[in-house]
């Protein structure tokens, strides 16, 4: 099928795609219970001549088409909503309080939809995988369907993330790393109650905890290597038991993110040493546990070549923008490249009035970016076939 002609199909079921980004945004599930979802997209593309496996990876879905005997390209979308009440005022805002798709996943999955209905047209010497992926914001989904089997037979795999920080019409790209390794980071402070009126009778365990909050911080500018951004953010706090009483215990639970895989790998033994070691200067104990979480996604270049040759060739030099920065966000597509080589791209979703930022509860993508992000990806795998 002719470029020209491809791109007119693809226009051409626009507007059923967008009326069914709407129904999925209206009725988001949060990571690990997308069973509605699921069901709806499993019969959408059966209704097309997919075949489909339901329930790889919990709710996820794997549909092929074509050959089989050759291994296949594949797409993975995310499908699962954020736990954020929506403050849009859009007719087809979420009707389940709680609970909004603020971070895109309802075009993605409207994405592959469209790529499913018109790559079944298409004679392609590779079979075509999509992977409708569940838990992506839990970073779990991913390491659920590869358990389950999802990457068998893959030669190469794309994927998509919408980015308020582009303008709808436009892409970014990017060689290597595109996002950051995630950790978990859990501290407890051990201190010694006593009264409130007498501290240096006792160990104050807030007071330490308030020293490793800052104290890390500086450690990361004087200790660590700039040109490695590392960035820890302390979420939650917890500790103490009344207004007069020296805290016992403190609980300290963050994030850590890190673009240099190595310095990651490192950085559970970084943060014990130093943590332990500001907390035993107040005259506390420090219990520090380190969690991986996600590592970052590496782009390949070949695959990422041929991305960028596409959607050059689909939206034009001036709109394929070379990303200059990785992002410090994390994202578990990231297990998928560690077994098969591919690439992510970012999807411009800012319109006229620009775009809220991901996880806001005022997000509110340009849904114009759908028919681009189907044309780009389906040109693509068309390109990777050849």
């Given amino acids: ?15 059923e795609l967008i009326n069914m980004r709407r129904h999925i945004h209206s009725h988001p599930e949060l990571s690990g219970l997308e069973n509605q979802t699921a069901i ?116 190469q795999i794309l994927g998509v993330h919408v980015f308020p920080e582009l303008s709808v019409g436009t892409i970014g790209i990017k060689e290597g790393s595109l996002t950051a390794a995630a950790g978990e980071l859990s501290v407890e402070i051990i201190g010694k109650s006593g009264h409130g009126a007498r501290p ?43 207004y007069n009483i020296l805290a016992e215990k403190v609980n300290l639970t963050g994030t850590i993110r890190c673009t240099n895989l190595q310095l990651f790998r490192d950085i559970g033994d970084w943060l014990e040493f130093n943590i332990c070691s500001i907390a035993n200067s107040c005259g506390a104990e420090a219990k520090v546990k380190f969690r991986e979480i996600v590592p970052p996604v590496n ?24 990303l200059q920065k990785p992002s410090l966000g994390a994202e578990d597509f990231a297990e998928f490249l560690n077994e098969v080589p591919g690439a992510m791209f970012r999807l411009g979703v800012s319109g006229e009035k620009g775009c809220a930022p991901l996880h806001s509860s005022e997000f509110n993508p340009d849904e114009r970016a759908i028919n681009i992000g189907i044309k780009v990806i389906t040109e693509t795998i068309v390109k990777l076939n050849n």
């Fill in 40 to 155: 709806l997209i499993s019969g959408y593309l059966k209704n097309i001549g997919w075949r489909v496996t339901e329930a790889i990876g919990r709710t996820g879905v794997v549909a092929d088409f074509g050959p089989k005997d050759k291994g296949f390209i594949g797409l993975r979308v995310d499908m699962d909503a954020l736990p954020i009440y929506e403050n849009t005022n859009l007719s087809f805002s979420s009707k389940i309080d709680g609970v909004m798709h603020a971070c895109g996943h309802d075009l993605h999955t409207c994405i592959g939809l469209g790529v499913a209905k018109i790559i079944k047209d298409l004679k392609l010497q590779f079979g075509t995988r999509i992977i409708f992926q569940p838990a992506e914001e839990i970073a779990s989904g991913a390491k659920w369907m590869i358990d389950d089997g999802a990457t068998k037979d893959l030669k």
């Fill in 200 to 242: 240096h009778e006792g160990v104050d365990a807030i007071w330490a905890a308030s020293k490793v909050i800052s104290g890390i911080q500086e450690a990361i500018t004087r200790k660590l290597d700039p040109l490695d951004p590392v960035v820890i953010t302390f979420g939650k706090i917890n500790g103490g038991n009344a």
């Fill in 299 to 322: 782009n390949n270049f070949e695959v990422n070549k041929v991305l960028r040759d596409s959607s050059i060739g689909i939206l034009g030099h001036q709109n394929v923008i070379e």
């Fill in 1 to 15: 099928m002719e470029r020209e002609i491809l791109l007119k199909k693809i226009d051409s079921f626009n507007d």
